[in-house]
C-alpha cells in the first residue's frame, strides 16, 4: 500500500526561502584538505619527502627541500587523473568516471655557492615552483524506478508556507530578489510543477502527485535520473629561499601563492513511466543546477631539515594557515513537459558571492635514512586540525557564524603518515614506492583514505631526468546518499527518499621530465 500525506494548513512549518547553494562547513573543508601532487619521484614516493629534500615536489611540504640543491634544475610534470564511482539505487547499477588532464607541477631553482667549503653558509637558492596540492575531479551517476517518492513531493513540502503569489515571474516583481521562496521553488512553480493545494495560496502538491479526497499520493511510476560532476584543482604557487649551513642544516622558506578554482554540475530529471497515470498530465522535467568557485589565498611556510649522523636526516616544517578569498557563481534551471503539449524552460539569475576562508595551520615532521647513493627510506607524519577552519563575510560579520560554531563543534584534527623508498638499480635507473594515510578531520567520519604508488626514473650524466608515477587509492571511499529530502509531518517521516550507496576512488599517472645543470 502506497504511503499517504494529509494536506492540513497548519501542520506544516513554514519555509524560509533560500538560494540552493548555502556557503557552509563542507566548503571550508573541502578547500582545507591537501591530496598534494608534485613531481612524479615526488609520488611514487608517497610524497614522504618532509626530510628528503631535493626534489621540487617536495618544496610545498617542507621548503628546506631547496636547501639540498647544489645545481641549477627545471622541470615540469604532466599528468593525467582518472576519477570513477559505482552507484546502487532503487535496484539499479550504474558506473560513472572521468578523466582530466593537468599539469601537476613545474618550476626552476637556481643554486648559488658561497665559496665556503663545509662550513657556514655554503650555498643558497631561489626558486619558483608550482605544485597541484588537491584535484576535484569526480563524476556521479545514479538512475533507478520507483512509484513511492519523488524529487518533486520533496519540493512541494519544502514549499509550503510560501505565498503563491510572491512567487510569480511577471513585468511588476522579481521573485527570485523580493519574493519569499527559494529559487528552486520559483522554478518549479513558474514551470507548472507545483500546483496550490484547493482554497490554498500557500500549501502545494507536485505535479507528480495525485489527489485521492483529502490526502496526496503518488501519481505513479517515475524514471529517475541523477548525474553529478566536478572539475578543478587548488594550486600552490612558492617563491622560496633555501640555503645550506656547514652540510649538516638546510633551511628554506616559502611565501605561496594559492589558485582555487572549482566547477560543481548536477543535473536531476524525472519521467513519468505512464504519463496517463498523473492527474496533471506531467510528463518529465529536468533540473539543472551549477555553481563555479574561483579565487587566491596566500601563506607562509618555514622548514629545516638537519643530519646529525651520516645517512640519517630529519626534518620539520610548519605553515601558516591559507586566507583564502573566493568569488563563487551559481545558477539553476528547471525545464518541465506535459502530455497536453504544453512545456517551458526557465533559468534563474546568474547569482554571486564573495567570501573568506582561514584554512588551519598544518606542520609536519619526517626522518630518513639514506644507504649512500644506493636506497633511501622516509617516513612523515602531518598534521592538520579543521575545528580551526573560519568562515568571514567582510561585508557582515555575524554571516557565518552558525556555521563557525559547527566547524568548532564538529571538526577535529587530521592524522596523515606518508612513507616512501628509492632503489637504485644503476647509476642511471631507479625504482620507486609509497605510501600515504589520512585520516578524517570530521568528527563523525571514522573512515581513512589510503593511497599506494609505485614509480621508475632515469637520470642521465648529461643532466637529463625523466621519472614516471602510477598513483592509486587503495581502497575505495563509501557514501550513504539520498537526492532529495523525505516527506514528514510534525517531524515524523511518512515516506522516506531511497537511499543509495556509492563507492568512488580515483588513480593518476604522472611524468616528470627535467634537466639538471
Do not use: C
Not at 612558492?238 to 560543481?264: E, Q, R
Not at 522535467?285 to 631539515?305: P, Q, V
Amino acid at each position: 500500500m502506497r504511503n499517504t500525506r494529509i494536506f492540513l494548513a497548519g501542520l506544516v512549518a513554514m519555509l524560509i526561502g533560500t538560494s540552493l547553494h548555502a556557503q557552509n562547513m563542507w566548503d571550508a573543508y573541502r578547500y582545507s584538505q591537501q591530496f598534494n601532487e608534485g613531481t612524479a619521484r615526488s609520488v611514487a614516493m608517497g610524497n614522504a619527502s618532509v626530510a628528503l629534500g631535493g626534489d621540487m615536489g617536495n618544496i610545498s611540504i617542507n621548503p628546506a627541500a631547496s636547501g639540498v640543491y647544489r645545481y641549477h634544475e627545471f622541470v615540469i610534470t604532466p599528468s593525467l587523473t582518472t576519477a570513477n564511482s559505482s552507484v546502487e539505487y532503487l535496484g539499479s547499477g550504474t558506473d560513472e568516471g572521468k578523466t582530466r588532464f593537468g599539469l601537476s607541477n613545474f618550476g626552476y631553482i637556481a643554486s648559488f655557492e658561497t665559496g665556503r667549503r663545509g662550513y657556514g653558509l655554503v650555498n643558497w637558492n631561489l626558486g619558483i615552483a608550482f605544485n597541484r596540492t588537491n584535484n576535484y575531479t569526480s563524476r556521479t551517476g545514479a538512475y533507478g524506478r520507483t512509484a513511492e517518492s519523488s524529487w518533486l513531493s520533496s519540493l512541494a513540502q519544502n514549499t509550503n508556507g510560501v505565498y503563491a503569489p510572491s512567487m510569480d515571474m511577471n513585468d511588476y516583481s522579481d521573485p527570485f530578489y523580493n519574493g519569499s521562496g527559494s529559487w528552486t521553488s520559483i522554478l518549479g512553480w513558474n514551470t507548472s510543477l507545483l500546483d496550490t493545494l484547493p482554497d490554498s495560496d500557500s500549501y502545494y502538491k507536485a505535479a507528480t502527485e495525485n489527489l485521492d479526497g483529502y490526502s496526496i499520493v503518488p501519481g505513479g511510476e517515475l524514471e529517475q535520473f541523477y548525474l553529478k560532476e566536478t572539475i578543478g584543482n587548488t594550486s600552490e604557487a612558492v617563491i622560496n629561499f633555501g640555503g645550506n649551513i656547514s652540510d649538516k642544516l638546510f633551511f628554506g622558506v616559502n611565501l605561496g601563492i594559492v589558485s582555487i578554482w572549482y566547477k560543481h554540475s548536477e543535473i536531476y530529471s524525472e519521467r513519468a513511466v505512464n504519463p496517463g497515470e498523473f492527474q496533471s498530465g506531467f510528463s518529465s522535467f529536468r533540473h539543472n543546477y551549477n555553481y563555479t568557485t574561483s579565487g587566491t589565498g596566500f601563506n607562509l611556510k618555514a622548514g629545516i631539515i638537519y643530519l646529525p649522523v651520516a645517512g640519517l636526516r630529519l626534518g620539520a616544517s610548519i605553515s601558516t594557515p591559507t586566507w583564502m578569498y573566493l568569488h563563487e557563481e551559481y545558477e539553476e534551471i528547471m525545464e518541465s513537459e506535459f502530455t497536453d503539449g504544453y512545456s517551458q524552460w526557465i533559468a534563474s539569475p546568474l547569482g554571486t558571492y564573495d567570501y573568506r576562508i582561514n584554512t588551519p595551520f598544518r606542520w609536519n615532521v619526517g626522518a630518513a635514512y639514506t644507504f649512500g647513493s644506493v636506497a633511501a627510506i622516509s617516513i612523515d607524519y602531518e598534521s592538520a586540525n579543521y575545528s580551526r577552519m573560519k568562515m568571514i563575510d567582510d561585508n557582515y560579520t555575524m554571516a557565518f557564524h552558525e556555521e563557525n560554531q559547527a566547524i568548532k563543534r564538529e571538526f577535529k584534527s587530521s592524522d596523515i603518515i606518508r612513507a616512501g623508498a628509492e632503489v637504485r638499480i644503476n647509476p642511471a635507473f631507479a625504482v620507486r614506492a609509497g605510501y600515504q594515510y589520512y585520516t578524517s578531520g570530521y568528527k563523525y567520519d571514522k573512515s581513512n583514505v589510503q593511497i599506494g604508488s609505485l614509480g621508475i626514473g632515469y637520470a642521465s650524466e648529461g643532466g637529463f631526468f625523466a621519472d614516471l608515477a602510477y598513483q592509486q587509492q587503495i581502497k575505495k571511499s563509501e557514501e550513504s546518499f539520498q537526492l532529495y529530502d523525505d516527506i514528514t509531518d510534525n517531524g515524523t517521516i511518512i515516506t522516506a527518499a531511497p537511499v543509495g550507496q556509492n563507492r568512488f576512488g580515483n588513480w593518476k599517472l604522472l611524468l616528470s621530465i627535467g634537466i639538471r645543470f
